[in-house]
Structure formats: C-alpha cells, structure tokens
C-alpha cells in the first residue's frame, strides 16, 4: 500500500529560486534562509520519498487567463521547466507519475472533487522552488512529483475547509493504490505577504506563528478561517496559505512536528516551513 | 443591479483581483502574458502602442501601460502576477515594481522589508484610516 508518511509547508519565493541559480545562497541576505532550511534537507534525505505530491500554484505561467482551473493536476510523464521571462531555471526536468496520478484523478472525482486534468503542464517557481529548498541541486530529482496546481491568482480561491477536505480525499486515494510507495506531500506559498498597491510589503509574524502553530495544535481554527482575514491580517497573496491546509488534510488526524524555520524577508515575503510527520 | 460592496473592498491599497476585475481585464492581462516570449517583448518595445493595439482592451488601459502607471493598472484589472511580465521587460525587479505602487524609492522599500516588513496596525481597514 502507498502511505503519505508526512508533510511539508514551505514558501516558494522567486527570488530563493534566483538567488540560488546565481549563486548568491551564501551572501548575507540569503544566507539566513538556506541555512534554515539546512535541517530540512538532511530530513528529506533521510525519508528518501518515491513521490512528492505539490500542492502549489501557477502564476500566470502555466496558464493565462483563457481557462482558470481551480483544482488542476498534472497527469503527464513529464513537466518541462516554464519560462516565466527571464529563461527557465537551471533545474532538472520534472518526472512525473502518470500511473498513480491517474489513479488520483478517478479517485478524487468519484469523491466529488471536479479535477482538470493536464497533460502537458509547464511548471513554475511555485513547484521548482520548494524542490531546490528541499532536495538541493541535483542532476535528477530524486523522487517522482505530481503536481497539483490550485488557482489562488483570482479571487476567491477555493476555501481552507476546501483545501482541507482535498487533503483527506487524497489520503485516501494514496492509500487505495496497491503498491509500496512512500510519498510526501508539500503544501507550499505564504506566510504572510502582499505583493500589490499601495499596501505591499506587508508582513503578519503574529498571524503566520499561529498558523504553524495550529496545524499541529488547533488544525479547525485554520480549517474555519474565512479568506478575509488571510487577505485583511496577512496580505493579498497570503490567501496562497489555504494550500496548506490540503497538506494537512493528508495526514490524518495525529501529527508531530519535527522542523520549523521562519524568517523575515525574502524579497516581499516572510518565508516559512515546517515538517508534519504523520502518526 | 449593481452587486453589493464585498467585505474585502474595505481593505486599504490593495485591489483584490475578483472575477469582476478579471473580467475588467482580460485582454490586459492577455497582452501582458504575451511579454513571457522574448520576440513579444522586443516588438511591444520598438512600438508600445502599434503592440497594444493588437488587444481589444481600453484606451485608459493603453495610457496606464505606456505610463507604466501600476497602481491603475491594478485597478483597471490588471494583476501583480501579469504587470511583472511588464517590469521584467523593462529590465525592472519585482521589488522595483511594488516600491513604485507603494510610491518610495526602491532602496527605501527594500530596507523595509529588511526591517521586518509592513506592519498591518493601521492597514486594516479603509474606515478606520477614513477613506471610506
């Protein structure tokens, strides 16, 4: 049986991306982040997952406004690396699992999730950057990944209860797939930022501290959380929060946190991660 | 009918991107997600209007492009995500970008941020900051 064994929140900053493709991880403005993210690594080394599952979201790479999918999942054998105007990351191809994701698709439909499935799918720093924070820079990724792409670009995003309901119908789709494979799930965008008008660069380390908190301690405080209050309290992009939650939902009931890293900036945002093993 | 005011239009500078806004500027947005080719860029730049003429948007969105007006171009239904494609093509940062909607020098806007961020005491609400 396939097992979701744990989760990963995390950030996916642009400029991570950027600063670690022109080798500036070790200047004093980066450094902070990669070092926090030291522990991380060593831990996904160690769990050595067959398959990632990305909770993230395009930002008008992938998609432009013709169509605006609100759950799309990547059913491809491959995701080429998008060019979002300034030339492709310098990263790896991103393999796919279209076996297993296949398998999702049905599943998560016959629970009532109306999935669009893509097949061709070019992926953006939403997805490659939780990637280099997690896995380094490797020739190859070393796991498989399905990308699971949520719209949080035009208002209103799916809600957290949402997201969270998403999380428990994956579970269960992951744990009805007959063969042994470990697989993490990331949720990934946030903390606390906003990146538009007149407000931007607006940071909640109040609101985001609560956050990490509850997903291990009050997950419901987070599930109820109305999107206002991640728009008014925490930033216009911070809504991209709500994608955590489908990486909660994952993990049944009882987890444990064994990392956490915040810091404040990177560029407009305050950059966060945590690690839930399931119990 | 006229929909009702949402409960997020009381946030101050900020234009939350809604499906009217979306639909206020689609062919916006289209023009700015054609700047993602390097072709698009290069013509749009030898002749910004005869490029903007290509997209059935509005003249008032054409004037805020070529003006490079952000925070309009924010209201007229443009999105952060997209208008960056616009301040990548002129070689700009996303900081460079937000500090001109935020209306400071780049520098200065950077050093915010290194200071913690924006705090959100006072930019919780437009009634409260009387101006609505």
């Known amino acids: 049986m396939a097992k979701i064994v744990a989760g990963v929140g995390t950030s996916h900053t642009p400029a991570i991306g950027a600063a670690l493709d022109n080798g500036k991880s070790g200047e004093p403005y980066w450094a902070p982040v990669f070092k926090g993210y030291e522990k991380a690594k060593e831990w996904m080394a160690r769990t050595k997952p067959d398959v990632v599952i990305m909770i993230y979201n395009d930002h008008v790479n992938a998609f432009d406004f013709k169509i605006i999918p609100t759950f799309a999942i990547g059913c491809g054998a491959e995701f080429p690396i998008a060019d979002e105007g300034w030339g492709p990351r310098p990263v790896p191809v991103v393999k796919g699992h279209p076996e297993l994701a296949s398998h999702i698709v049905q599943s998560l439909v016959l629970d009532e999730f109306d999935m669009t499935i893509v097949n061709e799918l070019q992926v953006d720093h939403g997805l490659t950057v939780p990637m280099s924070l997690l896995f380094g820079q490797p020739k190859e990724w070393p796991a498989r990944v399905i990308p699971l792409a949520v719209n949080v ?28 494979l470990k697989v993490v799930i990331f ?27 509850d997903l291990s301690r009050n997950p419901q405080r987070l599930v109820d959380l109305p999107p206002l209050e991640y728009l008014r309290d925490a930033g216009n992009e911070a809504i991209e929060m709500v994608m955590w939650l489908t990486m909660r939902g994952a993990l049944g009931h009882k987890v444990e946190e064994v990392y956490r890293f915040y810091h404040v900036p990177a560029s407009s945002t305050a950059v966060g991660s945590i690690i839930l093993e399931a119990r | 009918m006229a929909k009702k005011q949402e409960a997020y239009e009381d946030i101050p500078g900020t234009w939350v991107f809604d499906a009217q806004r979306a639909r206020q500027g689609y ?31 509005t003249e008032e969105q054409r004037e805020a492009v070529m003006q490079r007006a952000w925070n309009r171009l924010l209201e007229l239904g443009g999105v952060s995500y997209a208008l960056a494609k616009l301040a ?27 200071k913690g961020g924006r705090s959100v005491e006072g930019w919780r609400s437009k009634k409260e900051r009387g101006e609505a």
């Open chain 2, 88 to 114: 990548f093509t002129d070689g700009k940062s996303y900081q460079f970008m937000a500090s001109q909607m935020v209306g400071v020098p780049e520098k200065d806007y950077v050093d915010m941020m290194l």
């Open chain 1, 187 to 213: 949720g990934t965008g946030g903390l606390s930022h906003q990146i538009q008008g007149p407000r931007a660069g607006l940071v909640n380390t109040k609101f985001d501290t609560d956050f990490l908190d």
């Open chain 1, 153 to 180: 670009v035009q208002y209103p995003a799916p809600t957290g209860h949402r997201c969270y309901m998403l999380g428990k119908a994956i579970k269960k789709a992951i744990e009805s797939w007959d063969e042994d």
């Open chain 2, 27 to 57: 062919h916006l947005n289209q023009f700015l997600y054609s700047l993602m080719k390097a072709e698009n860029r290069k013509e749009f730049l030898a002749d910004e209007r005869k490029y903007l003429l290509k997209f059935p948007m």
